[in-house]
């Protein structure tokens, strides 16, 4: 198991996430795990987001416990985002941070496999 | 016939305005909670297609406007602050007195602008953006909505069904542009939705295509709008999804038991009934069984918990809110009357029954007493209601005067659930909001001397309310600066009110604070600290047969505690003749009694005061009181009544005995008489008086002070 060196990538996209951005998004956190991880994901500012990412984060979580490596989401939460993963039932309670969806969202602690 | 409907419109604005004055207070508190923005979208919006409806044409294009800005806060574009819960609060209060014209005037209308300009230079500044030009005129009606919200609104008030769908989008559906996620979005918006998202087939990262779609949804949908509509959220998608609806039958069995999770699995066509059965012998719990023998997934569970959760809510919603109904209080007030009636004449019945000494007449008699005294208790208790409702209120009143004010306060309610008579209610409304603007403004310190003290900077208003016995006691204490005795004694000596040489306790000193004009605040402010206030409260406590008092301690803060019967149409009292008229004692005052004769009562000469348990009372013949003339009985009989902090005598001619009673308004052409709260019918017709007892001892007690003082001056 490779740790890497141990620092943390820290990826900070901005605008709206959205279907354009999910292949982006992939390959950057997935060059992020292979270099060693842990990648931490910063919403700070994320403005919007859409399935097709939603789902790259489930896949990138599942990606770094396969694999044994880091996968963590930080920053605080735009209301619109909140807004999107409420509505679409990813989420149960209103999480206010990146590392309160962590705690909340579904298929994020391996339910559902 | 459209009056009725108009009637039944203003009813439910109001109802929906006091909803949102609710929601704005919470919002300022947190105001990212997106529940509660939309709580208040829906209310503004609600408001605004009804007025638009019944041709409130100022309403319906006023709303449409703050609605549009609200909207913007909703959809995260706008943060909410505290200047905007401000000007919507005062918009509130703009709607509402929009409210009372079919055509506003003019004055109101500019005042409907001024808010509106206001409105758009909150937005300029909240998005950073120079403000805009006048908005355009738009058909309130039409624009501002999406018709599938006015659709949800529409259908919000036709019966409710629930519904289970199943969507699962194909996993090109991205290919064609659609978002997925604002189709689950809009259908949650039809009505109350769980939704549970299936995210198991989402592969590692390394195996993911960012361009397929993994994840299908399942839903619970509690909505008034029919399948067409829900299918007809999904209508461009058809080709492009999996698409179940399935209408659930029985939410509950009728024992009011909550469905089954074996029942769930079984109508969602994952497990036989069979399956359930054998699992179910095992005696373990269902659902993890079935994961154990691979029978469902954890995340099919999860969905299916999610369901039976939702069905036990809105079965909770319809055992509150479902088996009320809505009664004008005009027809309870009829009913209570009738049920009034009902007690004289029953009063008559039984006197009747007992001067015939007839068996039969005397049984029936009986019986109808039980079931008349019961009818009484369930129509009084129709009138009840939790005193909470008019708590909000004073939510309002402590905002916006702390902020005027520049102190910060906060509110803090107990007892909310304490019901009480609806007209007591209303009627309390007024003397508690004096109450409370006189803590703010002469109780709480500003934060700076708070701060000096040692306190915390936040002031405390505790405002509760708890039964006790048949009354309510209602409190309102604050932890300010408390009430300063001295200097409510040199007050009063300044306004003659007392004498400087008496020596008053130190609770008949804060009675003074009742005296009116009376005020120790140094300045004037808007608020309060023109005496006018306290001595009001004190008339409109006593006008509902309860008492104030008043305790305090020096820096520490006050209270102030209302004593309130719990209704006011129906009293237990003590009937007694004077000079051959009947009058009522309120029960609950009276301590006791003592006989007296003449010669005694003429042997305490004119000071008129009298020793009862060891104690010197000061008493008043009630005959003397009401100028009745004829001769004084040989011997009479002293009411010890407990007022205003005191107790007195009250002399009678003759005890009768306990007297339930419905209590009849005086007409207005008696309202100014001292000493008498009402008028009741006895059971052979005539007319008794009901004492005020608060009153009588108020002129009492003012006749025995302006007796020491001439006796102190002529010393």
Known sequence: MNEGDGSIIRLRPEGALCIERAAYLKSAILEGLEKGGPVELDFSAVEDIDLPCLQVLVAARREAMATGRGFRLSGSLSQRVVRKIRASGFVSSIPESGADLEKTLVGWLGEGK | ?715
């Open chain 2, 1 to 715: 016939m459209i009056d009725k409907f108009k009637a039944t419109f203003l009813e439910e604005a109001m109802e929906l305005l006091g909803q949102l004055e609710e929601t704005l207070l919470e919002l300022e508190v947190s105001p990212t909670e997106p529940e509660l923005i939309n709580k208040a979208f829906r209310a503004m919006h609600t408001v605004k297609g009804s007025s638009a409806m019944f041709g409130y044409d100022a309403v319906s294009k006023f709303t449409h406007e703050v609605e549009t800005v609200l909207e913007r806060c909703r959809n995260g574009e706008l943060h909410i602050d505290r200047a905007f819960i401000g000007l919507s609060l005062r918009s509130r209060d703009h709607i509402r007195r929009l409210l009372d014209y079919d055509v506003p005037p003019e004055e109101l209308a500019a005042a409907g602008q001024g808010l509106l300009g206001e409105y758009r230079a909150w937005v300029a500044k909240a998005s950073g953006v120079e403000p805009e030009a006048p908005a355009p005129k738009v058909e309130a009606s039409q624009e501002g909505a999406s018709p599938r919200q006015k659709e949800a609104q529409r259908r919000e008030n036709q019966e409710a069904a629930t519904w289970r769908i199943f969507f699962r989008p194909s996993p090109s559906i991205f290919k064609d542009g659609t978002k997925v996620l604002n189709l689950v979005e809009e259908l949650a918006g039809l009505g109350e939705a769980s939704v549970y998202p299936h995210t198991e087939t989402i592969p590692l990262l390394s195996a993911l295509d960012p361009e397929t779609c993994y994840c299908s949804w399942d839903i619970v949908l509690t909505t008034g709008a029919d399948e067409n509509s829900i299918r007809d959220i999904f209508l461009f998608v058809e080709n492009s999804a999996e698409l179940q609806i399935a209408k659930i039958l029985r939410q509950a069995d009728d024992m009011g038991n909550t469905k089954k999770i074996g029942e769930i699995f079984v109508e969602r066509g994952l497990v036989s009934p069979e399956t359930i059965g054998s699992v179910l012998e095992g005696h373990k719990r269902l659902g993890e069984t079935l994961v154990e023998q691979k029978v469902v997934s954890t995340s099919q569970v999860a969905s299916a918990l999610l369901e039976q959760e939702h069905l036990k809510k809105m079965q909770e919603r319809r055992e509150t809110s479902g088996n009320s109904i809505r009664v004008a209080s005009e027809k309870l007030d009829g009913l209570v009357d009738l049920v009034g009636e009902l007690v004289t004449l029953q009063a008559r019945l039984s006197q009747t029954a007992l001067e015939r000494q007839e068996p039969i007449l005397g049984s029936i008699s009986e019986q109808f007493e039980r079931l008349i005294s019961q009818l009484r208790d369930n129509t009084m208790s129709i009138r009840m209601l939790p005193i909470g409702s008019t708590f909000n209120k004073f939510r309002r009143v402590v905002r916006d005067l702390s902020l005027e004010l520049g102190k910060e306060v906060e509110l803090v309610t107990e007892g909310a659930e304490t019901e009480l008579d609806k007209t007591v209610i209303e009627k309390l409304s007024d003397p508690l909001v004096h109450i409370i603007r006189n803590s703010l403004d002469h109780g709480i310190e500003s934060p700076e001397q708070r701060r000096a003290k040692g306190k915390s900077v936040p002031g405390t208003i505790r405002l509760a309310a708890r039964h006790s016995g048949a009354t309510v006691l209602i409190q309102v204490s604050d932890d300010g600066k408390g009430l300063d005795a001295e200097a409510i004694r040199l007050k009063g000596i300044e306004r003659g009110l007392i004498n400087a040489a008496q020596e008053l306790s130190q609770n008949e000193l804060f009675q003074l604070i009742f005296a009116p004009g009376f005020s120790t605040a140094e300045t004037v402010t808007t608020v309060s600290g023109r005496g006018v206030g306290m001595d009001v409260v004190r008339r409109e406590i006593d006008s509902l047969g309860g008492s104030v008092q008043l305790e305090s301690s020096l820096g520490k803060g006050m209270t102030v505690t209302l004593k309130i019967p719990l209704t006011l149409a129906i009293i237990e009292g003590l009937l007694v003749k004077v000079a051959g008229e009947f009058f009522v004692i309120p029960l609950s005052s009276v301590d006791g009694c003592i006989e007296i004769s003449r010669t005694e009562l003429e042997g305490l000469g004119e000071r008129r005061i009298f020793s009862y348990r060891s104690e010197f009372l000061p008493y008043t013949p009630l005959r003397q009181f009401f100028g009745s003339v004829g001769e004084e009985p040989a011997i009479s009989q002293i009411v010890i009544v407990q007022a205003l902090e005191s107790r007195i005598g009250l002399v009678v001619d003759q005890v009768i005995g306990d007297y339930q009673t419905v209590i009849k308004p005086l007409g207005r052409m008696f309202k100014n008489v001292e000493g008498l709260s009402g008028a009741t019918i006895l059971g052979d017709g005539t007319v008794a008086l009901i004492l005020d007892i608060n009153r009588l001892a108020q002129v009492v007690q003012r006749e025995a002070r302006n007796q020491a003082n001439a006796r102190s001056l002529q010393r």
